[in-house]
């Protein structure tokens, strides 16, 4: 009797250390795929048909059309060009021409005339090139008063204000340094070492403080302005992401604080996106930046976003959920994929999605009423299969994971079909984003809170620029230009001349 319960304890253990060990093989699959294989989510199993489609459309009784020869034409496919010379460019013309005692026919020594000229064009590179603006400005005085009368008058020509008063600091260079490290992701050590190399000694720290003064002073104030734009709209889009920052106080250098994105979603004419500086990634923060919102938000699977307000709807992201079925099936042996309850899951959600493609010139109004006709019905199956595949999938192998992730933020999922403003996914806020992700693999951490601040106005400003088809530098150039001329903080009116649909037309994007 003994000896049979330990054979079956030692059964439940072999049973335990092949789980255990199947587990540990999907890992090493799927981490080998993140260090090796493609980043793209799409692959050979992404396929417009689901399941058996094919077979379950078919009907028998349909009378098959008769075939008819179609003669066939072959066309030369024509190799576009990818490149080409920008209209807006001006253009300086080099004239190669014959010296005049060359000018004589070799055969008869007549005179030559033109009978016509070659032309071929090149793109000129000019680099950054810096110059010194010396402002003089007259001042006037009356020569009878400075004669006959106690006082004199004193006049004196108009001045544009500068940037950052008692500073070199010209608004060019300011929108150029910015530009270099937030669009370009050039740090300013970097920006330091290119400018000493031409003979200018600019100092990081100089430029740092360029960069927190024009934005407290001219940035802050668009970037508030901006905010209440955004949170009057209906529907919006969320993410965060981590920064480090060094002199952060009660924190160490390593810990990490948080970068947040708002932004607006595809039914707004003029687009804004908004970062914003967090020490953490508390639900309060989400929570004070919306304080004044009432609508829809997209969002990641994040629980913090489920803690917002009632007024509040948070609608779930389906790529978040398609990436679940598309990690464990890229953690399965190659050969067990064709078959594997995964790649069914995952073709539900391609489905979903190739609707959502057939929807997309739909007006809002179309739209929901085709999700609910089309779309809702197999969501219901997709969730119904879930349900019923739950009850015998371990929780923590892949799919075990995609099932109860996509069964966990159901109630969030369904909530794109309740408008058709809504979208599926949260690939707006991913995509607006990785531009911050991006910069700051190079230039790693902000040093304080008021640096991190700063950059989330700076980032806010130029994404905006981008998303509205403006120039970054182009467009704070005209701010640094003209908000020192205009008392912004004192007169909300000339505040919507430095909206981002309000610049002036030299600051597009395409010149």
Known sequence: MKVSI?????????????????????????????????????????????????????????????????????????????????EHLSIEVVEHDLPINEQICSECDGQLHMMGHEKRRELKIIPAKAVIIEHVRKVYACRDCERDACGVPIVKAPVNEPVIKGSFASPEAIAHIMTQKFVM????????????????????????????????AWLAPIYDALKELLLVRQVLHA???????????????????YMWLYRTSGDARQHIVLYEYQPGRHAKHPQEFLKDFKG???????????????????????????????????????????????????????????????FSECSPEQRLALRTEQSRPLM?????????????????????????????????????????????????AERSIKPFVIGRKNFLFANTPRGA????????????AKENGLCPYQYLTYIFKNAPNWDIRNNC????????TCVAKHCKADG
């Open 6 to 86: 330990e054979i079956a304890e030692l059964k439940g253990r072999i049973v335990e250390l092949e789980a255990l060990v199947k587990f540990y093989e999907e890992q090493f699959r799927l981490v080998k795929h993140k260090q090796f294989g493609a980043s793209s989510e799409k692959s050979e199993y992404d396929q417009l048909c689901l399941f058996n489609e094919a077979e379950d459309t078919a009907d028998d009784n349909v009378i098959e059309p008769e075939l008819s020869e179609i003669a066939r034409k072959f066309h030369k496919r024509r190799r576009l060009p990818n490149d080409k010379l920008p």
């Open 185 to 216: 992701g050039s740090p300013l050590y970097r920006q330091e070492q290119e400018w000493n190399r031409q003979g200018i000694m600019l100092s990081r720290q100089t430029m740092s403080n360029w960069l927190l003064v024009a934005t407290e």
């Open 239 to 257: 993410d965060e992401t981590t920064l480090q920052v060094l002199r952060e106080p009660g924190k160490t250098a390593q810990s990490k604080s």
């Open 296 to 358: 829809f938000v997209h969002a990641d699977g994040y629980d913090a976003y489920h803690k917002l307000p009632n007024e509040i709807t948070v609608v779930g992201c389906w790529a978040h959920a398609r990436r679940k079925f598309d990690e464990a099936l890229k953690a399965l042996p190659e050969q067990d994929r064709e078959s594997s309850e995964t790649l069914r899951g995952k073709r539900y959600c391609d489905k979903l999605f190739e609707l959502e493609r057939k």
């Open 380 to 428: 219901d199956e997709f969730f119904a299969w879930l349900e019923a595949k739950s009850h015998n999938t371990p929780p923590k192998t892949g799919l075990g994971k995609a099932i109860f992730y996509a069964l966990g933020q159901r109630i969030y999922l369904e909530n794109y079909l309740r408008d058709g403003r809504l979208e599926m996914s949260n690939n707006r």
């Open 453 to 464: 601040k700063a950059s989330a106005i700076i980032f806010s400003l130029i994404e905006t």
């Open 493 to 500: 009116d000339m505040m919507e001349f430095l909206m981002p």
